[in-house]
């Protein structure tokens, strides 16, 4: 895997390429120099096979609605995306990518009643594999 990251001042943004064989990954990035201690979690899940492509499709929407649903709702937390529509290539089924003033409230937001609510609902019952990866914009 190369890794090139470009960063465009002007336009506060950074550009992440990945490439992996004949793919390649770009990751942008919008930053605000005033957020120094921002920071942003990526959850990646796998669901359980035993699901059918319908059941899947159903289960992804209510995950994307429910932790989307969290925006403006929990102290800390500027953004949140969640993205379902995969590639063939792809071999995960949803992505989340939230952004947090600080990693307190990334924290913060992992504990929170409200995202355990989600959590404990929407996602932990269908998934078969986490991955996390949490890092300082």
Known sequence: IS???VLLQSEQLLLHYFMWGEYILIIHQVFNTDDED???GIRLW???EEYSEEKKQQIKA???EGLEGLAGQIP????IKVRIDCLSSSNVDVMLDSTFVDEEALHNY???PQ???VAD???RPYTAIRSCMDFEI
Do not use: P, Q, Y
């Not at 800390?76 to 953004?79: A, M, Q, S």
């Open 3 to 5: 890794h090139i990251v």
């Open 115 to 117: 995202h355990v609510a």
């Open 46 to 48: 796998k669901l359980k």
């Open 121 to 123: 609902t929407k996602v």
């Open 76 to 79: 800390g937390l500027t953004d």
């Open 38 to 40: 921002a920071c942003r």
């Open 110 to 112: 992992s504990t929170n």
């Open 62 to 64: 209510e995950i994307k």
